[in-house]
């Protein structure tokens, strides 16, 4: 499979305060691909530095075979790179298809938007039957599966998620990460960032791990799960 988004030797933070020292790592075509660490890993701050909102100091992020390197977040968007970013990014007074609409601002054909928005109702029919209601008065579960829907209008060829059980309940984790598999198994390229380091390494296909802005392990999610160390380390026990 082709790869689609490569870092190499990335670092980067804010402003004076490195946090990322050396990050690589590649996502290939239909790969469901986690990063996870301990708080304070530079988990966020790589997603960050990918998707525009950070430059870094040095090293090169190449995106579907271009060097991207310190492109805008807009930019980043209309090639195809869509990013989720922690806690509910939504209009809460608009409606639920106002959002969807929202999400696909970069887009100039209304046929094309008309599509995408047909896409996201069937593969979120609870959007579809609430699509008048205002978005603010969806539960947390929808609002995740609206902001999901946001990015999809934009066709992307990477979903990157940040955190994306963050402040739900255990069950709706649940509901949202059975989500995220069908997407990836209708072909969407997925990087996601979790503190459920080992939800995320269940439902991926290879997995990161970062320590203080370091690469510390890689390989096959399967792989990463039963390795006695990152077991010890990030999942809770041997």
Known sequence: MRTILEV???HGGYGKLKILYGVSLRVREKEMVCVIGPNGAGKSTLFKTIVGILKPTSGKIIFDGED???LSTDVLLRKGLAYIPQGRVIFPYMSVEENLEMGAYVRESKEEVMDSLEKVYSMFPVLREKRKKKAGTLSGGEQQLLEIGMALMLNPKILLFDEPSLGLSPKVVNEVFEKIEELRKTGVTIMLIEQNARKALEVSDYG????LGRNRFEGPAKELLHNDEVK????GGG
């Open 208 to 211: 990161y791990v970062l320590e």
């Open 8 to 10: 190499k030797d990335l």
């Open 68 to 70: 991207v390197t310190g």
């Open 232 to 235: 010890r380390l990030y999942l």
